[in-house]
């Protein structure tokens, strides 16, 4: 069944709204069952909205987080809280722009795969002329060791005559 826009716009805002906490009630909840928090997600330019997922799969969201430095509220000391109590934390924000290629690719990390793949050439020409050196070597050898016996057989020949 299709359901059109009409519909959803006759239902009330409430019901598409997510349950909201504040910091002070969410500390409550770390103190008796930090536990059962599963993650708490960072959103937003400074992370001034959170979203706390729960072991069962509920979800709610932290709604007085304020950018402060001395500020409780702050999206950075929620979050060292949650360190504290050994709860993951991601700020999506932070993690988009580490996974974003182009201008912000560390330069010396293209360098080092390039000295790896130059590297990997060098071992492999290295081998090629290392196996070449023992051929020529072995050869050489062959070749002296005919001629000590090509000197060794002349004089006996000449002797027994």
Do not use: H, W
Request: net charge neutral.
């Amino acid at each position: 069944m299709v359901v059109g826009l009409g519909s959803l716009t006759s239902l009330p805002p409430s019901s598409f709204a997510m349950p909201s906490l504040t910091v002070r009630e969410f500390s409550v909840i770390l103190k008796d069952s930090y536990k059962s928090v599963k993650t708490v997600e960072f959103f937003g330019s400074s992370g001034d909205r959170a979203t706390v997922t729960l072991l069962d799969g509920t979800t709610f969201s932290i709604s007085d987080l304020y950018e402060s430095p001395s500020d409780p509220r702050s999206p950075l000391k929620l979050a060292a809280v949650c360190r504290e109590y050994g709860i993951n934390t991601k700020f999506q924000l932070l993690e988009s722009l580490a996974k974003k290629d182009g201008r912000n690719k560390v330069y010396m990390n293209s360098r080092v795969a390039e000295a790896a793949v130059k590297q990997e050439a060098k071992k492999q020409r290295m081998a090629l002329d290392e196996a070449q050196r023992l051929e020529a070597v072995e050869l050489y050898e062959a070749e002296q060791s005919r001629k000590a016996a090509k000197i060794l057989e002349v004089p006996e020949s000449t002797s027994s005559e």
